[in-house]
Nanobody
Framework: QVQHVESGGGLVQAGGSLRLSCAAS????????MGWFRQAPGKEREFVAA????????DYKDSIKGRFTISRDNAKNTVYLQMNSLKPEDTAVYSC???????????????????WGQGTQVTVSS
């Protein structure tokens, strides 16, 4: 069982920045794949970014490339999502997901992940 909690959400004006954090339990955190997903009201959950545990390889949703950066600090069992140049359409609940096993699903697929947090609200005002 992996427990984790997101933090760092809030209200920010368009063009501003926020950094989300996801602190996870587990002695093998460095091996976990970590992903960020978001869900806006009335919309489906969508992939935002992911970082592979072993290689540090990252993947991003096309519309946020160049604005968001995912990173991890294995010493702190924490993954971050730095969000810059925020837009009103970035408003959503952002959830951190943990992938503990290798499987057939891409990191951009919600099916690849075993554990999900409750999420943190990000609201971008225009």
């Amino acid at each position: 069982q992996v427990q984790h909690v997101e933090s760092g959400g809030g209200l920010v004006q368009a063009g501003g920045s926020l950094r989300l954090s996801c602190a996870a339990s587990g002695r093998t955190f460095s091996n976990y794949g970590m992903g960020w997903f978001r869900q806006a009201p009335g919309k489906e959950r969508e992939f935002v970014a992911a970082i592979v545990g072993s290689s540090g390889y990252t993947d991003y949703k096309d519309s946020i490339k160049g604005r968001f950066t995912i990173s991890r600090d294995n010493a702190k069992n924490t993954v971050y999502l730095q969000m810059n140049s925020l837009k009103p359409e970035d408003t959503a609940v952002y959830s951190c997901a943990v992938r503990t096993r290798i499987g057939p699903y891409a990191y951009s697929s919600y099916a690849a992940y075993d554990y999900w947090g409750q999420g943190t609200q990000v609201t971008v005002s225009s």
